[in-house]
């Protein structure tokens, strides 16, 4: 499960674009953040997740968060300012199972790489889902986790809600601010529409047809992903903070429980919270990743990535293009000592006494991470050299690593 959400520059206290996600996978599978160069390619072909189909010429530069053995991506963003993230959408069209196409993470991560602009990034993922389909497992260990795909997508102007069901699909463009969960939202209130002519599980007879998502939409696994309740918490975050909204209060969104701080712990979590800790059947997934995305036109973007699971217990580290991050380490599948595992260890420790330990550590969490977007905004506004945002960059990640072993350390003892 997922929340994403975005706040054009007119709804922001810097008139900037701001886009929030949360990625919501299986709490084992480790989710790493990859930042990859504009390349020019010679090879012809492209191997994504589980099919191969041509390259194009260049590639353009981005940063993902992505789950560790994927091709494709959660979240992420372009050098153009081009930011995405998807949701698991649960439809009555029915999977040819036997025909593997692009993953909803696949088709992100192309969009990011070969496109500019969110309207442009849209046409592509509709020509590759014509051609491919998206009839392929997004799961990790859940190998009978087959799901379609819906997109939020912005660029430093626009942002626009893309929904998908098979190869049919609907979208509108965002007005000031938007957000999406697993479910299809889209009635007859899209820009436009194209109906396949899908194979679905139940005959038309006894499906609504007045819009695309009473057509499409599953009733059953969309219900219980409270997707409507989470979409409801985001939404009235946006309306709330209209005018006010910048990075710190997208994070702050990012991190709610939907049950006050002084009466959560993990072990009551269910499925209505944007930040997700697993604890069982009905409620399988852990917030793996997250991200905020700050787009200044004509100017520096700044990429908020944890790299770390649970936003609630995670600080959010600056990352910007034109530079190097050969300081990221990268999580196998099993426990290392990269920052993802490392981080879910230190989780693990904080929530055998969450009462006790809890308060305090978000409190310095909460000015750390103050701290750094008051830097960000001041060292951006400034004009600064590649290498000056590389080094706060590294500077901040390496604090970040060190700060949980230490805590680690410390909790270990006592």
């Not at 790489?113 to 849209?122: D, G, L, P, T, V």
């Not at 009473?214 to 009733?219: A, N």
Request: a neutral charge; one cysteine or more.
């Amino acid at each position: 499960m997922c929340d994403t959400l975005v706040a054009l520059g007119k709804q922001t206290q810097s008139g900037n674009l701001i886009f929030g996600k949360n990625s919501d996978r299986e709490p084992l599978e480790a989710q790493e953040i990859r930042h990859f160069p504009r390349i020019t390619h010679s090879e012809k072909t492209l191997a994504c997740t589980f099919i191969s189909i041509p390259q194009v010429p260049q590639t353009w530069e981005v940063f993902l968060s992505k789950p560790f053995q994927m091709w494709g991506a959660e979240i992420g963003v372009n050098e153009w300012g081009l930011t995405i993230g998807n949701e698991a959408v649960f439809t009555q069209v029915k999977f040819n199972k036997s025909k593997p196409g692009l993953t909803g993470m696949d088709l992100l991560r192309l969009a990011l790489e070969r496109c500019k602009k969110a309207k442009e990034a849209i046409n592509l993922i509709l020509d590759l889902l014509a051609t491919y389909g998206q009839d392929a497992c997004g799961g990790y260990q859940n190998k009978n986790f087959f799901y379609h795909n819906s997109f939020l997508l912005a660029d430093p102007e626009e942002a626009y809600i893309l929904e998908t069901a098979g190869k049919s699909w609907a979208w509108k463009k965002v007005k000031s601010s938007a957000s999406i969960s697993n479910c299809l939202s889209l009635e007859d209130d899209y820009d436009e529409i194209y109906l396949e002519e899908e194979s679905t599980y139940f005959s038309s007879i006894f499906r609504s047809n007045k819009g695309f998502k009473s057509r499409f939409s599953d009733f059953l696994y969309t219900y219980f992903s409270k997707a409507q309740i989470r979409k409801a918490t985001t939404e009235n975050q946006l309306k709330n903070q209209s005018g006010d909204l910048d990075t710190w209060s997208f994070i702050k969104t990012l991190r709610l429980h939907n049950i006050p701080d002084k009466d959560f712990h993990p072990k009551n979590c269910s499925a209505s919270s944007i930040c997700m800790h697993a604890t069982g059947l009905t409620n399988p997934s852990d917030t793996t990743g997250s991200m905020v995305t700050e787009i200044r036109p004509n100017d520096i973007n700044t990429v908020w990535l944890t790299g770390t699971p649970h936003p609630c217990l995670s600080l959010y580290v600056p990352y910007y293009f034109g530079t190097k991050s050969e300081f990221l380490t990268y999580p196998s599948s099993k426990k290392d000592d990269s920052l993802w595992w490392q981080a879910k260890w230190l989780h693990e420790l904080i929530d055998e006494k969450r009462i006790e330990r809890f308060p305090g550590i978000r409190q310095k969490l909460d000015e750390i991470q103050l701290d750094w977007i008051k830097k960000d905004a001041l060292l951006c506004s400034k004009n600064p050299s590649p290498s000056e945002l590389q080094e706060f960059s590294r500077a901040c990640y390496e604090f970040y690593k060190n700060w949980i072993q230490e805590k680690i350390k410390s909790f270990q003892k006592g």
